[in-house]
């Protein structure tokens, strides 16, 4: 089970990434009707993907 204060976080994380990415459904009031399973598994595809092009940018 994740920690309120994480998810929280977590939540946040998504609903801004989902506002730069034209992802119009990841608004805080649907993400906090998500499983915590759901919110984790978006949180750390956006977490990947940024990492990634990262490394894109620095190569």
Do not use: P
């Not at 994380?13 to 759901?38: D, P």
């Not at 598994?41 to 990947?48: C, D, G, R, S």
């Amino acid at each position: 089970m994740i920690n309120s204060e994480i998810r929280r976080e977590y939540e946040l994380c998504i609903s801004q990434q989902g506002e730069q990415t034209g992802h119009k459904a990841l608004v805080m009031t649907n993400l906090q009707q998500m499983s915590h399973l759901s919110v984790a598994n978006l949180y750390w595809y956006f977490k990947v993907r940024d990492e990634s092009e990262l490394e894109l940018v620095e190569m």
